[in-house]
């Protein structure tokens, strides 16, 4: 029986039944599951929210934030990190006030050292995975746990400014304030006071850095290096919290950026990137050994000094498994969705809205044969980052650390997922991949 015929075979009045089948379906098969939506009803309602599954109205919800915000996760991850952060916020003097702040700190200009610095973590990482695996006579090592996470957590430590965190404090912590915020759908109050208390734990230990930096002479209008300079000219080193830490802002912009602004933002772009980053660089290595032809050709390019080909392949990879295949939105007025279309919906003040920007990729009525694999795809079709006011602030980094986490295993012989189990994420009972066994190839001075 098809999704939709058995879910209007249970009756209305029965909401926990039409739930339980939806959740079942969507972990089944959602690609075939959303598929059946676009075709059938686009605009589906459900007892947990409306599902938009069309590119263009996916794109009216996300380009609207007047109307949809972001009020159904905004206050819980306030409270998770302990202020106020512009994920949380729309059209807001804040929102759009530290959007561009955070821009100016993570410009498209850190691209090439950002990635520099993300093939020398990486490569360090595959060398150090490799060697541990050889002295425990063992011939394959974990390449979430022992590569994804960390290259992710080292970065961020080197680039973002988590001075001497441990990798495993902002890996851990990280993911436990995203689950408590973007997928704690039932609002387990263990997974939410689990969460909340790791929000707590991340801004003291980042009171302490800035702390530090202060204490080290760290002053607004303090000249500071270019992006990947070790140190800018007070000593302290020139990440993006050096940036904060030294911007000046001009009288009359409304709004300080003292330290527990700062310590709100660093906080807010870490749980951003961390586990995503994590994430994506394991999925898309999962999709693209999981095509033999195209994992061929992505080896080819990979090998290339000229990385934009390569990076297509990433990206088209994610398009197949997006970190985030939906957000929620809180509809705050009375508003028809799609008008003038046969899809045309309304939708009253109150009703959540669930975006699947995982099924807009695939939208055929947009998107030239979505199913079939290609690199060169217009980025336009690509929802990986986010679309409309609140798309990834960090995009210009993101699109040089996941492709390059991708790529130093492509350049590592004998580095690759097992025969046969390509496939085999293990989540272990979380939200997100926990392990992914890879053979352990050669060190780089191999």
């Not at 801004?203 to 303090?222: L, T, Y």
């Amino acid at each position: 029986m098809e999704f939709l015929a058995a879910y209007d075979a249970i009756p209305q009045t029965d909401a926990a039944g039409r739930v339980g089948l939806l959740r079942q379906q969507m972990k089944a098969d959602g690609p075939a599951l959303l598929r059946e939506l676009r075709e059938r009803r686009p605009v589906f309602a459900t007892p947990v929210g409306v599902f938009v599954t069309c590119m263009p109205d996916v794109v009216e919800v996300l380009s609207t934030p007047e109307v949809f915000t972001v009020g159904v996760y905004g206050p819980v991850l306030e409270e998770a990190l302990h202020g106020p952060f512009m994920l949380a916020r729309d059209g807001a003097d804040l929102h759009w006030h530290d959007r561009a702040h955070a821009q100016l700190m993570l410009p498209p200009e850190d691209f090439a050292p950002v990635r520099g610095l993300t093939a020398r973590v990486s490569d360090d990482a595959l060398d150090r995975a490799v060697a541990v695996a050889r002295i425990e006579g063992r011939t394959t090592f974990d390449y979430v746990q022992e590569y994804a996470a960390p290259v992710a957590a080292r970065v961020a430590r080197e680039y973002l400014g988590f001075t001497d965190v441990p990798e495993e404090t902002l890996h851990g912590l990280s993911q436990r304030v995203q689950r408590a915020v973007f997928v704690n759908q039932e609002r387990d109050p263990d997974v939410h006071a689990s969460g909340v208390a790791a929000g707590k734990e991340l801004h003291d230990i980042v009171a302490g850095v800035i702390g530090r930096r202060r204490a080290a002479g760290v002053r607004p209008g303090a000249p500071g290096g270019p992006a990947g300079d070790a140190a800018g000219d007070d000593g302290a080193p020139d990440d993006v919290l050096g940036r904060m830490l030294r911007t000046a802002l001009p009288p009359g912009t409304g709004r300080e950026l003292d330290d527990e602004r700062v310590n709100n933002q660093l906080v807010g772009f870490l749980i951003g990137y961390q586990q995503n980053a994590a994430q994506c660089a394991t999925t898309a290595l999962k999709e693209l050994v999981s095509r033999p032809d195209e994992f061929t050709r992505a080896e080819r390019a990979a090998a290339s000094e000229d990385t934009a080909v390569f990076d297509g392949y990433v990206w088209e990879a994610l398009r197949f498994h997006p970190f985030v295949p939906s957000t929620p939105r809180l509809c705050v007025r009375d508003h028809v969705l799609a008008a003038g279309t046969p899809r045309e919906t309304r939708l009253a003040a109150g009703t959540v809205v669930h975006a699947h920007m995982a099924s807009a990729m695939f939208d055929e009525a947009v998107v030239a044969d979505p199913y079939t694999f290609r690199p060169d795809r217009t980025p336009v079709h690509n929802m990986v980052l986010g679309h409309g006011a609140h798309d990834c602030v960090g995009k210009y980094p993101a699109r040089a650390i996941v492709p390059e986490m991708v790529r130093r295993v492509l350049l590592r012989p004998g580095v690759r997922p097992l025969p046969g189990r390509e496939r085999d994420l293990d989540y272990a009972g979380t939200p997100y991949p926990q392990h992914y066994p890879v053979t352990a190839g050669a060190t780089a001075s191999a």
